[in-house]
């Protein structure tokens, strides 16, 4: 229960404050159940003190409402050892873990599910990136040929040219008596060198050809191969992320268990004793008592009402004394619950906490 405290505070060792002040013991003592039973004495004293009628003989008025017996005498508080507490503590504890091992397997589906997920993402990518790959690797092997026809282009043509005038001189020779003696040979020698010159051109740019296809197909393969590890390395790194954070998330869980059941932990045996068993009173409820009164019917009806008075004063100040060491024994046994120190006289600058101590004794009076 959480209360405004006005009263004097302390700190003690275990970091809790403790409230200090005095207390009004009759104010406190007018709370309890039992003053009920004070109330009806009082005025039971009353009417025995009015004066006799003589020929009276009806008995005394009593009210027929029955007032509340006295509280019943209760048990010294049960106080649990740190031994029972820590059991508690750790059946709670296996509780929490057990249930959080139970929760794992539903993280461990989500998080496959994330990964498979994200790794379809990441092939799908890299198919994407390889077909890029493949067509700009191909528009540079183009290139690369047209710029080697390009190379060789104006030689192998002049030498097409050479081979056609010359082949043409030859032909024109030949249709001479004689074939055309040394003339004819020596341009046949030149046909022949630039044949082999022409033909050297094009099996070197066929082979140059043949060399950038071969290329063309292993750079293919490497970057597909580049782009694959990557792709692969990439889902590593994802897996890897999902199940430190799924781990973190356990551990996390786990640490805040931790955390809670630590402020739980059983703190050492009071050195305060327990408080003593309350010993009944053998009172006579009022009701009983004034039930047996019967005004006197003799002459001398004063000095029965003063020895009827006298009995139910004395029946008063035996529940007067046992609701002081009623409502004593339960600030008593506040002190040690609520970390109160209650003192029953105004002074050292003590301050008035009697409504703050109310709230306390009306909720265990409460039914």
């Known amino acids: 229960m959480a209360i405004g405290i006005a009263g004097c505070r302390s700190s003690v060792s275990d970091g809790t404050e403790t409230l200090r002040g005095f207390v009004r013991l009759q104010a406190l003592e007018k709370l309890h159940p039992g003053w009920t039973d004070v109330r009806y004495l009082d005025a039971l004293i009353a009417r025995a003190a009015l004066p006799v009628s003589p020929p009276a003989q009806t008995p005394f008025p009593v009210s027929q409402t029955r007032v509340a017996e006295p509280l019943p005498p209760q048990s010294a508080v049960a106080r649990a050892g740190p031994e029972s507490e820590a059991v508690k503590i750790d059946a709670i504890r296996n509780a929490a873990y057990t249930r959080i091992r139970s929760l794992q397997t539903t993280l461990n589906q989500r998080t496959a599910r994330i990964i498979e997920r ?4 990441i092939e799908n990518q890299a198919d994407v990136d390889i077909r890029n790959a493949v067509e700009k690797l191909r528009e540079e092997s183009i290139r690369r040929k047209a710029d080697r026809r390009l190379a060789t282009h104006d030689q192998i043509r002049d030498l097409g040219f050479q081979e056609i005038a010359l082949a043409s001189q030859v032909n024109s020779l030949s249709k001479y008596p004689g074939g055309g003696g040394p003339a004819r040979v020596e341009l046949q020698k030149k046909l022949a060198g630039v044949r082999t010159d022409k033909k050297a051109l094009e099996d070197s740019l066929a082979a140059d050809l043949v060399a950038i296809d071969a290329r063309l197909k292993q750079d293919i393969i490497a970057s597909e191969a580049a782009l694959r590890r990557e792709a692969l390395a990439k889902v ?5 992320a999902e199940e430190q954070r799924q781990a973190e998330t356990t551990r996390r869980y786990a640490n805040e268990v931790d955390i809670i059941l ?3 932990a059983p703190l050492d045996t009071s050195d305060i004793p327990a408080p003593k068993r309350v010993v009944s009173l053998p009172l006579v409820s009022p009701y009983a008592l004034a039930s047996n009164f019967q005004r006197a019917n003799s002459p001398d009806g004063s000095a029965a009402s003063r020895k009827e008075a006298s009995i139910l004063a004395a029946q008063r100040d035996k529940m007067v004394q046992f609701i002081t060491d ?8 506040l002190e040690a619950q609520k970390q109160l120190e209650v003192h029953y006289a105004p002074g050292g600058g003590l301050g008035d906490i009697t409504d703050q101590v109310a709230d306390l004794l009306r909720a265990e009076w409460k039914p």
């Open 262 to 264: 630590a402020t739980l």
């Open 326 to 333: 009623d409502v004593k024994r339960r600030l008593s046994r």
């Open 236 to 240: 590593r790194q994802v897996k890897e």
């Open 118 to 121: 994200k790794q379809k993402l």
